[in-house]
């Protein structure tokens, strides 16, 4: 039997990966933290261990005794903005956390190490970003993600590890941490909504993104590693149509079916528009399924309000406090 490990398991694209692998026949080994996920979201069929990247003492012992053929790295703090401000917990989680993993898929001879890098890679290069393009991120998350694409990279000339990398973007759904303040702008709309307040936009709300569904991205992740053509390869993947932000605070409360008001608050320093290009995985992976966003709303709206609100906490170890948006300071 195959057996694949699926870090950040308990959390959003890590759980339906985990589900996609599962239904191909895997034994799955869930690896997370619950820093971001929660255990509910873990397939019942997974075996799920409470830890974290960070600890290479448990990363030995588990690929020890699993003999993972695969190796599914989705486990990350994904909070690009917040990452200026959370420098050292940002590089040893995204950085120092996939070393951690590297190392041990080298060492027991992975099959293939499938790795969720993102969008902010690019940067501001001027959209549609393209997988030739020379990356320039523009912050620390996008700086760790690029980091770790160059070690695998490196990683393969050196060891053969293979690996296969993709740049998803804005990713929603269920499952979501809609409780997280500080990414996520689905979630935070959607929870947002259901306290009666307003929806906070920073800035004038022309930021452009291409939001995707999770449901069009996880099987292609899931079942990439039966694809010897996308070995050794850097995919961009997600949804073409791009939103103003402004526009998706429209379209998040149709699908909840609650009329809300927007807070304005002031711009902070983050890329104005970004959305790739996908001729690449749809070459290599045959046509992508796209749900259109309304659809794609309506699905996590209903699955928001089953599951209900989720208190927004504050990060509690917040490194720089120099301009960080004081809405991240309001309790």
Not at 87 to 94: A, E, G
Not at 115 to 128: K, M, N, R
Not at 296 to 323: Q, T, Y
């Amino acid at each position: 039997m195959t057996v694949s490990l699926v870090t950040g398991g308990a959390g959003f694209i890590g759980a339906h990966v985990t589900n996609e692998l599962i239904a191909l026949g895997h034994k799955v080994v869930v690896l997370d933290d619950l820093s971001g996920g929660f255990a509910d979201n873990v397939n019942s069929e997974a075996i799920f261990v409470q830890g974290s990247i960070t600890d290479p003492a448990l990363l030995e012992k588990l690929f020890n005794e699993y003999k993972f053929d695969y190796v599914y790295h989705l486990a990350a703090y994904a909070a690009e903005g917040l990452s200026h401000f959370i420098k050292r917990f940002n590089y040893t989680n995204n950085l120092i956390g996939s070393v951690n993993l590297i190392n041990e898929s080298i060492k027991h001879k992975v099959k293939c190490f499938v790795f969720t890098s993102s969008i902010a890679v690019y940067g501001a290069l001027p959209p549609p970003m393209k997988e030739d393009m020379v990356p320039q991120p523009e912050d620390p998350y996008g700086i760790a993600k690029y980091a770790v694409e160059q070690d695998l990279k490196t990683s393969h000339e050196m060891f053969g590890l293979n690996s296969i990398i993709f740049r998803p973007h804005n990713v929603y759904g269920e499952y979501q941490n809609i409780g997280d303040r500080y990414r996520n702008v689905v979630g935070i709309f959607m929870n947002q909504l259901m306290q009666d307040k307003p929806l906070t936009v920073f800035g004038d709300g022309s930021q452009t993104r291409a939001f995707s569904y999770i449901g069009d991205i996880a099987p292609s992740i899931a079942n990439c590693v039966n694809n010897p053509a996308a070995y050794n390869q850097v995919f961009n993947i997600g949804a073409d149509k791009d939103y103003r932000v402004d526009e998706l605070a429209l379209a998040v409360m149709d699908a909840m079916g609650i009329k809300g008001e927007l807070r304005r608050l002031p711009a902070r320093n983050e890329v104005l528009h970004a959305h790739s290009d996908h001729e690449k995985a749809q070459r290599i992976f045959g046509i992508q399924t796209e749900t259109p966003l309304s659809e794609g709303l309506r699905r996590m709206a209903e699955w928001v309000k089953r599951s209900g609100v989720r208190k927004s906490s504050r990060f509690k170890d917040i490194e720089i406090l120099e301009k960080l948006p004081q809405v991240w300071l309001e309790d």
